[in-house]
């Protein structure tokens, strides 16, 4: 049977991707008050924003334990698979590999590599993808790890966040910090690159959404690239205008980022993730 995939809910793939290469999505979870939440499953993307800036304390997210992960796994195996690759978001940012290295090590039924795709988002999803079609063409999972380590030097993933106020609650940065750059309306660039987030700063949201061009341009060309966004989606669309010269032909994704990733950067972001061709 060929290789079964695993990944987690930060990944972004459309839910048709995930469909027809029959991948297992395991959710991560969002704390908001009393109730914990599974991403993508007891709370849709939109009603996450949507309620995002009434929730009195800071939503909270989490991984599910290695038995969560030890079960899918094992569920797989049932299903007759015979090696499973768990791909997930980068270990710099959250606990997710952490836990799925510790249920790999436990399952038997089948043999389980946990990957890190120190990604995030559909730099990760990416990744996901790229496996999965490559099993699909019959290839080992020695050969698919080389192409995705290579994958991983060529993906860039970057976004102009409309505020910091979500990380100050998140307790991500300094509370000092993050109130200076409100008085300044200073508008971040987060970038993720081989595991390693970098940040910059611009002053409004019109230099940030140049400075995001001339980053998207930096990289290019591109043999896959979505836009990302976290609403509304009429800004995202605008910047997909603004660089659809940088991009490669065919359909482009637009995605809206996963609540997990969302409650650490806010509502009105707008990213972009791609692999360049060199």
Request: net charge negative; charged share 25%; glycine share 8%.
């Amino acid at each position: 049977m060929p290789i079964r995939l695993v990944t987690d809910s930060t990944c972004d793939l459309p839910p048709g991707i995930v469909e027809k290469y029959r991948i297992t999505v395991i959710p991560l979870i969002i704390t908001a008050g009393s109730k914990q939440l599974r991403d993508g499953v007891d709370i849709t993307r939109r009603e996450f924003y949507t309620q995002l800036p009434d929730f009195k304390h800071s939503p909270k997210t989490a991984a599910p334990g290695p038995e969560y992960f030890r079960k899918e796994y094992e569920r797989l195996a049932a299903e007759g698979a015979d090696e499973i690759l768990s791909i997930h978001i980068s270990q710099k940012l959250s606990a997710t590999i952490d836990n799925a290295l510790a249920a790999a090590a436990e399952t038997t039924a089948a043999s389980v590599m946990a990957f890190d795709s120190r990604q995030l988002s559909l730099g990760t999803g990416f990744e996901v993808l790229t496996a999965a079609q490559a099993a699909a063409q019959g290839r080992s999972l020695p050969e698919i790890l080389d192409l995705l380590d290579g994958q991983i030097r060529r993906t860039h993933v970057c976004a102009a966040l409309d505020t910091l106020e979500y990380m100050r609650r998140g307790g991500r940065m300094n509370g000092a910090i993050t109130a200076l750059g409100e008085l300044l309306r200073i508008k971040p660039i987060l970038r993720m690159y081989d595991g390693e987030a970098t940040a910059e700063r611009t002053r409004t949201r019109g230099g940030a959404v140049k400075r995001l061009r001339e980053l998207v341009a930096e990289h290019a060309p591109y043999e896959r690239a979505a836009i990302l966004h976290s609403g509304p989606p009429e800004r995202a669309r605008e910047f997909l205008d603004r660089v659809d010269d940088l991009l490669p032909r065919g359909e482009i994704w637009m995605e809206e980022i996963n609540p997990v990733i969302g409650a650490h950067i806010g509502p009105g972001v707008i990213g972009f993730a791609g692999i360049s061709v060199e």
